[in-house]
């Protein structure tokens, strides 16, 4: 003999079957079982949300229809009205039990949260930041949506039947859930269970990895710890990778600070002057052109055509002898 509760899920069941909503699909999750339902809601069409399958966990008890069920997403969307720990959706007659009524149908319950996922409330929002999002920048909320719509299209997927999710997924009580506290773990919390592919599908692409303090790069270390890769490594030895990287930061060092070196030694500044010298050749004295054969002097007058300054024939008879011990740098 079935309890009146068993009875009306049962009514819940059959008028599902006979007239199912647009975008909901639910039934029990085992054929011994009534009392644990699995749903899909699909995102309303001319939304944001259109395209997205989200999967809902609903539990009755014995005090069915006289109390709402337990309700909870498994694919948990980035919305106001949606807790991101816990999955609950914020709904007035889920929340207070005065305010349900036992004509509430399932399928009420699951077009109801269809429906808010498209209009929120965000006079009670249980994520603050998706609620500050919407009002203070849309164009950010609006991404945040299709990624959660894609990502619940590659979670769905994966899944392949109810008996699978089934044994994937434990659905927990909000009594039993973990402490909102990020930093620790409630003691003996159930965690649902989610294979490892369904996991990578959801969160490839959108995770991002960060490198802690205590690892290890094995191409650094000695030759003897990791001799494969060091040996790997561009095929070259320890030494040279060690000498590339001494120039590399040279390099660096030379280009952002510039290139100090010591005192230049006797050799260089040597050259150093002779350079000096052979610059001020180029300039002071007046290069030498030898007369041609056909060439005819021009008529002497015993006066110069261009008489040039003591001054002048002095500097450059002094030019003339330095070299490169006399030069000063």
């Known amino acids: 003999m079935f309890s009146r509760a068993h009875l009306l899920i049962e009514r819940e069941y059959e008028k599902l079957c006979e007239a199912p909503p647009w975008g909901i699909e639910a039934r029990p999750l085992k054929d011994d079982n009534i009392f644990e339902w699995a749903a899909k809601i699909k995102g309303l069409k001319s939304t944001l949300w259109q395209g997205g399958i989200f999967r809902v966990y609903v539990k009755f008890d014995e005090n069915f229809s006289q109390k709402p069920p337990e309700i909870c997403f498994h694919t948990i969307p980035f919305h106001p009205n949606v807790d991101m720990i816990t999955g609950r959706p914020c709904i007035d007659f889920l929340d207070d039990h005065s305010k349900w009524k036992e004509s509430y149908s399932l399928s009420f319950i699951l077009v109801t949260i269809q429906n808010l996922l498209s209009n929120p409330n965000l006079m009670k929002p249980v994520n603050s930041e998706a609620a500050e999002m919407i009002i203070h920048s849309p164009h950010a909320y609006k991404q945040m949506v299709l990624d959660c719509v894609s990502s619940s299209q590659r979670v769905d997927a994966g899944v392949t039947s109810h008996h699978d999710m089934e044994s994937r997924v434990r659905f927990t009580t909000p009594e039993k859930l973990p402490s909102r506290q990020p930093t620790q773990r409630t003691a003996g919390a159930r965690i649902s269970r989610l294979s490892f592919d369904d996991y990578h599908n959801t969160w490839c692409g959108i995770a991002t990895s960060k490198s802690t303090p ?116």
């Open 214 to 329: 205590d690892m290890k790069n094995p191409l650094l270390e000695s030759i003897k710890d990791q001799p494969l890769l060091q040996k790997a490594h561009l095929g070259l030895p320890q030494e040279e990778i060690e000498e590339q990287m001494k120039r590399q930061i040279e390099e660096h060092d030379d280009l952002m600070y510039g290139k100090f070196t010591d005192k230049p030694v006797a050799e260089d500044e040597k050259a150093a002057k002779m350079a000096k010298l052979n610059r001020m050749r180029k300039i002071y004295l007046p290069p030498r052109i030898s007369p041609t054969p056909s060439a005819v002097p021009p008529p002497s007058t015993g006066k110069r055509d261009e008489p040039l300054d003591e001054e002048v024939e002095d500097l450059l008879a002094w030019s003339s002898k330095l070299d490169a011990d006399t030069v000063d740098t």
